[in-house]
């Protein structure tokens, strides 16, 4: 016998209508009207409360159908979670791949630096121990395509603005900085000369 006709049964033997059962549980008419139809069940509380009212045991009351019930409750918290975490890693997977792939486009588009956002850097450099300490500025306004042989085209910035700060060493000393017009043309340039000549450069947006 299915849980809603032990409970219509129940309540008749026990000389209840749905009316008085339902004031002794704190629930509606409909709510008892629904349990007896097995629209709904009654939960755990509700079940043990029938229990007592109908002097019956849990187990001989619901011949085990609420605890399937709570079992398909877990299983499907348990289905949720499972979906949840493939979510997560999925999109985990996508953020590392485009990362990736953002990687290998700066390198094949041979642009280590172009990936700076922003339009004011602060540069400094140190050579046999002297220090190189400039102000960058560029614009987005000045914008050029440019064809490579492996992606279509990227952007370069011009420079705005090359401010030599307090009494830093010159530049122009190493560096032929007049024939440079292109930021990343620029920053390369310069990194790679102190590289070359075991220097250290540093480039931070302001």
Known sequence: MDLGNKILNLRKTNGYSQEELADKLSVTRQTISKWELNETSPDIKQAMELSKIFKVSL???T??????????????TERLAGLTMKIIKAFTIII?????????????????YAWFIGAKYDLKCTLDDKEYH???EYGDDNIQEKQNPYIEIYPKYKIKKLERQNDSSYLGGLIDISKYIYFDDFIEAVFGYFEQNNGTCDLSGI
């Open 59 to 61: 187990d001989e009351l």
């Open 134 to 136: 400039y102000i960058i």
């Open 63 to 76: 011949n085990n159908d609420i605890k399937d019930i709570l079992t398909e409750k877990i299983s499907n």
């Open 96 to 112: 590392i791949i485009f990362i990736l792939i953002f990687g290998v486009y700066k390198i094949i588009t041979g642009s280590t």
